[in-house]
């Protein structure tokens, strides 16, 4: 359903438990400018310490930056495949890590930690709060991209000196994420990790203490 | 409107415009267990590097612990007070920077980096994606609590380690968040810091680059 607005009205519930890191499933159409711009604006409306609201989004279209990503992953993938004993890169070896070229669209998230000057609210006490606010953006653009069907993979196989140089990002920024966006034909209902015999989720009475730790 | 099963339908996109960082505007109402296990569900169902699910949450109610964190953060304040030249003093100084005894109910996210073994799909070129995980998992509490008519402040006025010794935290664990949470009577439609004149947002398109970060 679409509001007045033209946003689709997908509950909050449903994106969370659509929502999938998508590799295998992009179909290569583009993304309409007004559906990425709704998604932008999702990530941008997140909260972040002392409002200093230090993400930025580069958006790769150019075929040739997205193929020389995708080169570079490939070769971070062989590096962790040949770290892994035998049964675990059996485990390792149909899972797909990336849709770089596939999407045909990657925003790279970045962090200032310069933004909002000398005193930040709220990160005098713990510096990384900077980082976090960052983070917290990408899950508003990757639940947003869901209500609107499309998919989202968070590459992580790359070493950011690399991904800094490619896209030209300056010394005081940081890239925290590639994410790959695009049209999928169909979201999976049970994660790749768990489809493909990774690793199974923990159930969640395990990650709820009452008072304490070892409460 | 809440679904056949109990769950709000509010929109993502509403979840999103609406959600703020509560400080001023607890009841102290308590929050309903069926709710709170929404909520948590929610933040268990966010996406983690390898599926490692590295994150926990700690439940505090006991008003002895909420008053010794609120003691322990009402220090912190007054320290990050002391280094702000006089006019931003003046600016901070009415700005609220905790409701944890007033909302009554605490949730203390945790990370752990040692969940999933020694070897974690994607995080052996970049070591932080494990933290940035857990901060997910924030962002949908955050958002699925929003959608329920609650309220959460994400308090950052603390040393890591006083924390750790008021909930038990053991070694290998960081606490990442403390997260008030519960029943509010308003969500104010302007964010506290840029409507008592801390700072003000940033455009969207300030934020939006092409092909490079210079682009």
């Not at 499933?25 to 609201?53: W, Y």
């Not at 953006?137 to 968070?154: I, P, R, S, Y």
């Not at 034909?185 to 790749?192: A, F, I, R, T, W």
Request: net charge negative; proline share 6%; hydrophobic share 40%.
């Amino acid at each position: 359903m679409i509001s007045d607005q033209g946003e689709p009205t997908t509950s909050l519930y449903d994106a969370i438990r659509m929502r999938r890191d998508v590799r295998a499933e992009f179909t290569g159409e583009p993304v309409a400018e007004q559906v990425l711009q709704r998604v932008l604006s999702a990530a941008h409306a997140a909260p972040s310490v002392g409002m200093t609201q230090p993400w930025d989004f580069i958006l790769v279209r150019s075929p040739e930056t997205l193929q020389r990503f995708a080169a570079h992953v490939a070769d971070k993938r062989r590096e962790f495949a040949a770290t892994l004993p035998p049964e675990r890169a059996d485990t390792f070896d149909p899972i797909k890590v990336e849709g770089v070229c596939e999407s045909g669209l990657g925003i790279v998230v970045t962090h200032d930690q310069t933004r909002g000057g000398a005193h930040v609210l709220g990160r005098h006490t713990v510096s990384d709060t900077g980082l976090f606010s960052t983070v917290l953006a990408v899950q508003n653009l990757w639940l947003a991209a869901t209500a609107e069907g499309l998919g989202v993979g968070w590459v992580s196989f790359y070493d950011e000196e690399v991904l800094t140089e490619l896209v030209g990002i300056p010394a005081q920024v940081r890239p925290i994420a590639w994410l790959c966006v695009g049209h999928v034909d169909k979201l999976q209902e049970v994660p790749d990790l768990e489809r493909l015999g990774w690793r199974h989720r923990r159930p969640l009475a395990d990650a709820i203490h009452y008072e304490r730790f070892d409460g």
